[in-house]
């Protein structure tokens, strides 16, 4: 028989990347039969409307899915996750058979390394960045005062995250890091000696690949409504417009395209729609050169369908070199050529 899995959240069902991350990859799980059930235990940082709205949809989406979720004090110190690690505790002692544990990041990871009970068969801890160095790169321009203390959070965040990853001495249980991306695996490796034999790769969390079939049948369907002609070029940004996605650079890279072909299309998927439209009038980009739309997560691969390029461009940054962005996994499902300035392990390594 197989056992249930508890899984840990730090970041919020509310979070953007919940329902394609963490939801969709779960139900992959349990229709392949991995687990009997999912009990989700996340720590809030509010419970505000939006969250409680989240927790009643996907609370409903499969009755084998259960999400608990507790208000969390903002993070201090590694020491003060005892709280969230009694609580979760709680609910673990009224386990009476066999359990998986899995933990998404160091901070859930932590909380769930010190509550787990001698019925823990695996725990799973998955890495998605590195939260020392995502820390620095936020305060990167702070004032000299400031920057002191934000290098010794910094120092803070790395010890946290060196024992939410190295692994427990005296445990029952079996121990896995699952790693997005080769580059992260080797930084964890090389920064916080880290035992190789123990990491992983996910799988379940990677779009289905999209059919020939279909994806023709949306690019055609797609492209008469955005008034696109069948055989124009389309170069997709999928995603916002924060400084480190280099929107601007993207635009820069599309307009070149444009004056070589001036039938090319640029296509922005972004909730960021007026900031996307501003940039591209600065950039004289014609209107009919491009469509700049919000869509909803359900329906983002259907429109990948109608471009020919994906385009992700990122700072030269350790946080982007060994990221594994959503967007490029969407852009793979759909088979586009993927065009990047050699910023992310995954793409400028070949595996």
Known sequence: MNNPLIFVLYDSIHHSIFEGQVIAPLLKKLNADIYTNIH???FEEELSSAVLTAHKKFSTIDPRITITLFKRPRFIAQTLLWQQSLQLKKILKKISYHYELSARGP????I???AATELCTLLTIQARGLLAEEHAYTHRNSSLVCSLMHALRKQQLYYLEKNAYTPP???QFSFIIEAVSPGLKEYLINVYTIPTEIFTFPLCDVPTQISPEEKLHHRTRLRIILAIDRSA???VYNGSLKAWQCPQET???FKEAWRKNSTSIFLALT???ELMQKLLEQANIPKSSYRVLFIPQNKVLNYL????YGMIFREAHPLNWVSRPTKLLEYQAVGLQVLHNNTIELLAHKY
């Open 40 to 42: 989700i235990i996340s």
């Open 107 to 110: 901070l859930a990871g932590i």
């Open 112 to 114: 769930a390394k010190q």
């Open 169 to 171: 001495l005296k445990k």
């Open 233 to 235: 070029p389309v170069y």
């Open 251 to 253: 635009i820069a890279v």
């Open 271 to 273: 909730q960021d729609e």
């Open 305 to 308: 369908c109608i471009a020919d």
